[in-house]
């Protein structure tokens, strides 16, 4: 983290995960734990189901709302697809574009991250764009080059002041889901080196402006090590923003001084 240049953000990624009941009784157990985690900003990326109802429940809090993914048309004959105006409209913050999961099971390309990175923009909701290697893709020494390409296709015809709205999140596909997680080196390197590739792109003021996250099996115990590294700024976190106390641990562990 670098407070001084960037915000450090924590997000949960709940995925196909909790009910509108459950999404009540999570927001009861979370709200009184709340302090003031002054320094990072707290984004629930829920079901969009649950969208309406987590707004209404974290109104008074300084959880935001997101979205975990939308369609990059504004509008039309796309049966099941949800619109950048439509989250907009209903108070969502952000979103949620390739993840690997999209990228893996719905045919979701560099192409289609692009455009929606767009629709977000245009639309006002900020993006979290996801990155990440495949484990074969690490053991064959390509990590920084397929990242490097990932983070340019997403950005392509991104202006420099539309930057500071934007979130990249490292996400090592094997280590999501999987209770492996990349060492904080490893989260790094790869971390650092995706903002030099901003600086390339945007020049070094845009680049230390941008947040970063680490995502891939963050928990309790693993958040402090790795939000302690000078390019983390923060996490996206599945599995542990499910459970409110692990969640508030991760919150506390991005204030850390
Ligand atoms: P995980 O998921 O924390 O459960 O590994 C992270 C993500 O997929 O965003």
Redesign the pocket.
């Known amino acids: 983290m670098n407070r001084k240049y960037r915000k450090t953000v924590i997000a949960g990624?709940w995925?196909m995960n909790m009910t509108l009941s459950e999404t009540k009784a999570f927001a009861e157990t979370l709200k009184p734990m709340l302090g003031k985690h002054k320094w990072c900003d707290v984004v629930l990326c829920v079901p969009y189901v649950d969208i309406p109802a987590a707004i209404r429940l974290f109104k008074d809090t300084r959880v935001v709302i997101g979205a975990q993914n939308l369609h990059f048309e504004s509008n039309g004959a796309y049966t099941g697809e949800i619109s950048a105006e439509m989250l907009k409209e209903i108070g969502v913050k952000y979103v949620i574009i390739g993840?690997?999961?999209r990228r893996q099971y719905y045919n979701e390309t560099d192409v289609t991250v692009n455009k929606k990175v767009h629709a977000a923009l245009e639309t006002g909701l900020k993006p979290i764009i996801?990155v990440g290697e495949t484990l074969e893709q690490r053991e064959l020494g390509g990590t920084m080059e397929y990242i490097s390409y990932q983070v340019k296709c997403a950005l392509a015809g991104v202006a420099s002041d539309q930057m500071r709205r934007i979130i990249i999140?490292y996400?090592p596909i094997w280590?999501?889901?999987?209770g492996k997680t990349a060492t904080a080196e490893q989260a790094e390197e790869v971390c650092e080196n995706i903002r030099t590739v901003i600086r390339k792109l945007h020049g070094a003021r845009v680049a230390r402006s941008v947040t970063i996250q680490y995502?891939?099996?963050?928990?309790a115990k693993n958040a402090y090590e790795l939000l302690a590294q000078l390019d983390v700024d923060g996490g996206?976190?599945?599995?542990?923003?499910l459970k409110p106390a692990e969640l508030m641990e991760i919150i506390n562990a991005a204030n850390q001084e």
């Open positions: 990624n995925k993840h690997s999961e996801c999140a996400e280590a999501i889901g999987t995502g891939g099996s963050m928990n996206l976190i599945g599995g542990a923003s």
